[in-house]
């Protein structure tokens, strides 16, 4: 498997859903908005294995001391095998002299984000407001 990291948005829709749809993240239920956001975000990191999106995380950014992850997936059939982990190391290191990196874990990808370096922030609590099922 050779897996390339890349920082292209040179990226078809159709990929895109397909990757969410693999992974049950109800934002694939917006095609147009959820490609939108990608493309419009602060930083898109893509991992690819022979041409076929395998992975992607972005990032929400003011560009000077908040970065925000908001969306990290890999495809089932490429998780526990680093792809997660190149994504987010390409994403730290590109933020890596910010103020503060957030983001919001669900309780299976908890340990993960811990081994990449994240704490729960003191006392705080994730909220939100939120209009899907799952992701």
Do not use: C
Request: without cysteine; proline residues 2%.
């Amino acid at each position: 498997m050779n897996i390339v990291i890349s920082e292209t948005r040179d990226i078809k829709i159709g990929d895109i859903i397909s990757l969410y749809k693999a992974n049950h993240w109800s934002s694939a239920d917006k095609p147009d908005e959820l490609y939108q956001a990608l493309m419009h975000a602060h930083s898109l990191i893509s991992a690819w294995d022979d041409g076929k999106l395998v992975g992607l995380g972005n990032a929400i950014s003011d560009g000077y001391l908040v970065v925000y992850y908001p969306h990290l997936l890999v495809h089932p059939q490429y998780q526990g095998k680093g792809v997660g982990r190149k994504i987010m190391e390409r994403l730290r290191e590109k933020y890596r002299n910010f103020h503060m990196q957030i983001l919001t874990a669900d309780a299976k990808a908890v340990e993960f984000y811990k081994k990449a370096g994240f704490r729960k922030a003191g006392k705080t609590e994730a909220m939100w407001i939120y209009k899907g099922n799952e992701h």
